[in-house]
Nanobody, 123 residues
Framework: QVQLVESGGGLVQPGGSLRLSCAAS????????MGWYRQAPGKERELVAI???????DYADSVKGRFTISRDNARNTAYLWMSSLKPEDTAVYYC?????????????????WGKGTQVTVSS
């Protein structure tokens, strides 16, 4: 059983910073990619940032230069460092990972999602 657990959300003033963490646990063979998505009220879920095994990254245009994604492979953990936060960054942030497990000697890859953490940017 694989789980993703996010932490680090909260209320922050415009211009402030937050760090989100996403820890993967369970019978993990390897993690190919980890990413952060967000969903604001009344809007579709959107990709915020992604990091793959070779540490290459990609970001939504709206967060480039303000957010940084990183990962600690030894801890199966991804981070999202958010700075210069704006009210429009307010959303539930979800962690996503493509994880390889081995069941009965057979490798199996699946997308996993965390339950989300609320980020509210308001004065």
């Amino acid at each position: 059983q694989v789980q993703l657990v996010e932490s680090g959300g909260g209320l922050v003033q415009p211009g402030g910073s937050l760090r989100l963490s996403c820890a993967a646990s369970g019978s993990i063979f390897s993690i190919n990619a980890m990413g952060w998505y967000r969903q604001a009220p009344g809007k579709e879920r959107e990709l915020v940032a992604i990091i793959i095994r070779d540490d290459s990254t990609d970001y939504a245009d709206s967060v480039k230069g303000r957010f940084t994604i990183s990962r600690d492979n030894a801890r199966n953990t991804a981070y999202l460092w958010m700075s210069s936060l704006k009210p429009e960054d307010t959303a539930v942030y979800y962690c996503n990972a493509y994880i390889m497990t081995v069941v009965g000697g057979v490798p199996n890859g699946m997308d996993y999602w965390g339950k989300g953490t609320q980020v509210t940017v308001s004065s």
